[in-house]
T-cell receptor, first 112, second 114 residues
Framework: SQELEQSPQSLIVQEGKNLTINCTSSKTLYGLYWYKQKYGEGLIFLMMLQKGGEEKSHEKITAKLDEKKQQSSLHITASQPSHAGIYLCGAVSSGNTGKLIFGQGTTLQVKP | GAGVSQSPRYKVAKRGQDVALRCDPISGHVSLFWYQQALGQGPEFLTYFQNEAQLDKSGLPSDRFFAERPEGSVSTLKIQRTQQEDSAVYLC????????????FGPGTRLTVL
């Protein structure tokens, strides 16, 4: 079965600093989602990547899927306290249901 | 409504009690998913509906877990004879169709079994 490994597990950065979160899959990725979760809340969709080498940006967050489609990275530029939360990568599993397999999450704290 | 809603938001049950968790997906969304999220972990798939048909229930941890979506909209996840290991956040998500569509998540129901 497919597994997703996120690194680091947790991250504390000073406001204004850049950071990167990685998501590595044990199998080829056919659809990779990035979500953000705040404690006690549901998941907020950030971006979805499908093609090898694809890169998408939204405001100060950029996500990339490598050419081999087994690793994705999420990069935040000039972090702000509003970026704090848990970042989750999710992959479309095999089969035709669209169910997602998630990594364990990366907890981000941004110190003002 | 504007998004996926779930009720109750919090539920405390005594071990052995039955519980029912409700999910109202976004109107018109064909696909509905239930996930279970333990503390400090990512969500894990439980079951999937396409309209009223339950097409995948491979993630349900035991026969104490049962889900239904009788009219293809609202869904209920029922847990019978709750155990402490059932304590988790139960998330519901819906999407317009299925693969490669954004899944919109509800706020979750936090279940605590004492």
């Amino acid at each position: 079965s497919q597994e997703l490994e996120q690194s680091p597990q947790s991250l504390i950065v000073q406001e204004g600093k850049n950071l990167t979160i990685n998501c590595t899959s044990s199998k080829t990725l056919y659809g990779l989602y990035w979500y953000k979760q705040k404690y006690g809340e549901g998941l907020i969709f950030l971006m979805m990547l499908q093609k090898g080498g694809e890169e998408k940006s939204h405001e100060k967050i950029t996500a990339k899927l490598d050419e081999k489609k087994q690793q994705s990275s999420l990069h935040i530029t000039a972090s702000q306290p509003s970026h704090a939360g848990i970042y989750l990568c999710g992959a479309v599993s095999s089969g035709n249901t669209g169910k997602l397999i998630f990594g364990q999450g990366t907890t981000l704290q941004v110190k003002p | 409504g504007a998004g996926v809603s779930q009720s109750p938001r919090y539920k405390v049950a005594k071990r052995g009690q039955d519980v029912a968790l409700r999910c109202d997906p976004i109107s018109g969304h064909v696909s509905l998913f239930w996930y279970q999220q333990a503390l400090g972990q990512g969500p894990e798939f439980l079951t999937y509906f396409q309209n009223e048909a339950q097409l995948d229930k491979s993630g349900l941890p035991s026969d104490r877990f049962f889900a239904e979506r009788p009219e293809g909209s609202v869904s209920t996840l029922k847990i019978q004879r709750t155990q402490q290991e059932d304590s988790a956040v139960y998330l519901c998500a819906s999407s317009l169709i299925w693969q490669y569509n954004e899944q919109f998540f509800g706020p979750g129901t936090r279940l605590t079994v004492l």
